[in-house]
């Protein structure tokens, strides 16, 4: 069996593909940058900040944790228009009830685990 690899396509195209990758570390680098900064700020006000902002952080990475994986990585599995529900595409219905799903797990959770007798994060610690 002999093969022959003909790479004129990808050096005819080169400039683009080259363009394409940096592209894609320049915004690899920005979002690294603008997650670190934005976790260390909530990080921050969890730790040293007033009650409401402390809930407030508390709620939305309880939320941005809980959105399942598959949802934001593997639109494909969703992305489509049939079965429709009350005149609405799969595609919007779908997110809708994982959303609603996920928010009663997670109240679930709390629910049932909310009189265990833990300590808090920081507080009672000495």
């Known amino acids: 069996m002999e093969y022959h690899l003909n790479f004129t396509l990808i050096w ?27 976790g260390f700020a909530l990080a921050l006000v969890h730790v040293s900040g007033p009650r409401w902002a402390r809930r407030l952080v508390v709620f939305y990475v309880e939320t941005v944790r809980n959105v399942p994986l598959l949802l934001l990585v593997y639109p494909g599995l969703y992305a489509r228009t049939a079965p429709e529900l009350f005149g609405f595409p799969f595609f919007y219905w779908y997110q809708f009830a994982v959303v609603i799903a996920t928010a009663l797990l997670t109240g679930a959770v709390y629910w049932l685990t909310r009189n265990r007798g833990e ?3 920081v507080e009672g610690r000495g």
């Open 119 to 121: 300590e808090g994060p």
């Open 12 to 38: 005819r195209h080169f400039g683009r593909l080259a363009w394409g990758l940096l592209l894609s570390i320049e915004l690899s680098v920005f979002a690294i940058v603008i997650g670190v900064l934005i």
